[in-house]
């Protein structure tokens, strides 16, 4: 009996001595609830229009592009200048067609300037050196919140022709900075708000009671509910009034906990893999080797004896050669980390792509303790 006491003593004391791990042990960041959430109805809209860029030099579109022409007879129209003759007859080439691009942000003024983007329709070789004509700018419901105009900048170009030319970046797409001027009020009247939601840009239930308990901690009331993994309601202080903008400053400045995620990020055309530092990994063992494949055919001329009936043929000579490199392991203990498996990795000479592929089997074999977003 006192052996088995003793015994129970002794386990109860190495628990005791055991670290505890939790949720919390992960990973956290203090940040600003404003870097994290927006408020709900504060938001960013798109904006879309057509237009025309004059003044290229010679690489605007071309003459089987009809809608250029038509659209420069309409502008000539309203100008009051008629034009002999049909489409076809038409020979302009330092127009260009384009779609115009825009973000209207929140609380947007009549007056704001805004930068707008450009982006040939047609067969344009380039809008450099090309000026934006006044071009209205729609949203979603039909209606203009902006208008376009000033000249294009490009961050690239194209010289020469045909063979004997050089393209860097994209020619046929530029900017307009500050060439749009909003001309309809689409700002939120604030002082009409007797609650307010804050959305997370990121859905955590953890990160929305940190939010709810900072809110209520500052000003001393319930006044935050969390609705779900995004969602955060805020009902509005009785004395508020018109000072809603300086409750929301006050909410935006409150600091908060959030919790890291365990992520990687791969994209397959690049290449390119993001990971955090907070990813785990399970003890694994990974083989992995190359078969490289390699036909080649090669075209010998077969010629009849002298004096014979025999043709002339093509006989084609196929030849394969298959190579298979000896696999390479990488064992992974408990406790690995991603840059022991990113090491090991490049040891056995893997590349990007290689590694795109271990890491999804990797994700498939349970091995891999975050979450694998592929883009």
Same mark, same amino acid.
């Given at each position: 009996?006192?052996?088995l006491r003793y015994l129970f003593g002794m386990i109860c004391l190495l628990l005791w001595s055991l670290p505890a791990f939790s949720a919390k042990d992960t990973p956290v960041r203090v940040v600003r609830i404003q870097d994290i959430s927006t408020v709900e109805g504060v938001r960013d809209n798109?904006?879309?229009?057509?237009?025309?860029?004059?003044?290229? %030099?010679?690489?605007?579109?071309?003459?089987?592009?009809?809608?250029?022409?038509?659209?420069?007879? %309409?502008i000539l129209r309203k100008m009051?200048?008629?034009?002999?003759?049909?489409?076809?007859?038409?020979?302009?080439?330092?127009?260009?067609?384009?779609?115009?691009? #825009?973000?209207?942000?929140?609380?947007?003024?009549p007056g704001t300037r805004i930068d707008v983007s450009v982006s040939s329709v047609g067969d344009a070789k380039s809008l450099?050196?090309?000026?934006?004509?006044?071009?209205?700018?729609?949203?979603?419901?039909?209606q203009t919140y902006a208008i376009a105009q000033g000249p294009v900048v490009l961050g690239g170009y194209t010289a020469g022709a045909r063979a004997n030319s050089v393209q860097v970046n994209h020619p046929t797409s530029g900017r307009v900075p500050s060439g749009g001027l909003v001309e309809r009020d689409t700002s939120v009247?604030?002082?009409?708000?007797?609650?307010?939601?804050?959305?997370?840009?990121?859905?955590?239930?953890?990160?929305?009671?940190?939010?709810?308990?900072?809110? %209520?901690?500052?000003?001393?009331?319930?006044?935050?509910?969390?609705v779900d993994g995004r969602r955060v309601e805020i009902r509005l202080p009785e004395t508020s009034g018109e000072n809603v903008s300086r409750v929301l400053a006050q909410i935006e400045d409150l600091t908060v906990s959030v919790h890291e995620a365990a992520k990687v990020v791969v994209n397959e055309r690049t290449g390119t893999i993001v990971m955090g530092q907070n990813v785990?990994?399970?003890?694994?063992?990974?083989?992995?080797?190359?078969?490289? $494949?390699?036909?080649?055919?090669?075209?010998?001329?077969?010629?009849?004896?002298?004096?014979?009936?025999?043709?002339?043929?093509?006989?084609?000579q196929t030849t394969?050669?298959?190579?298979?490199?000896p696999a390479n392991r990488i064992e992974l203990h408990e406790g690995a980390t991603?840059?022991?498996? $990113?090491?090991?990795?490049?040891?056995?000479? #893997?590349?990007?792509?290689? $590694?795109?592929? $271990?890491?999804?089997?990797?994700?498939? #074999?349970?091995?891999?303790?975050?979450?694998?977003?592929?883009?």
């Open positions: 009996m006192r052996t798109s904006l879309i229009g057509y237009g025309m860029v004059v003044g290229l %030099n010679g690489t605007g579109d071309r003459q089987q592009t009809l809608f250029p022409a038509q659209t420069l007879l %309409n009051g200048v008629q034009v002999a003759g049909t489409l076809t007859s038409m020979q302009v080439r330092n127009i260009a067609a384009v779609f115009i691009t #825009a973000t209207l942000p929140p609380f947007s003024s450099e050196g090309g000026v934006l004509l006044l071009s209205p700018l729609y949203g979603p419901d039909g009247d604030l002082a009409k708000l007797t609650r307010l939601s804050l959305l997370l840009r990121d859905y955590d239930f953890a990160t929305t009671q940190e939010v709810a308990e900072a809110v %209520n901690g500052h000003f001393g009331k319930n006044l935050a509910r969390v785990g990994l399970s003890p694994c063992s990974i083989l992995h080797g190359n078969l490289a $494949i390699e036909i080649t055919t090669q075209y010998q001329v077969s010629q009849p004896q002298p004096f014979s009936q025999g043709q002339t043929t093509v006989v084609p394969v050669h298959a190579k298979e490199s991603v840059q022991d498996l $990113i090491t090991g990795l490049q040891g056995i000479g #893997a590349t990007a792509r290689d $590694i795109v592929a $271990i890491l999804e089997a990797v994700e498939a #074999a349970g091995a891999l303790q975050a979450q694998l977003e592929v883009i």
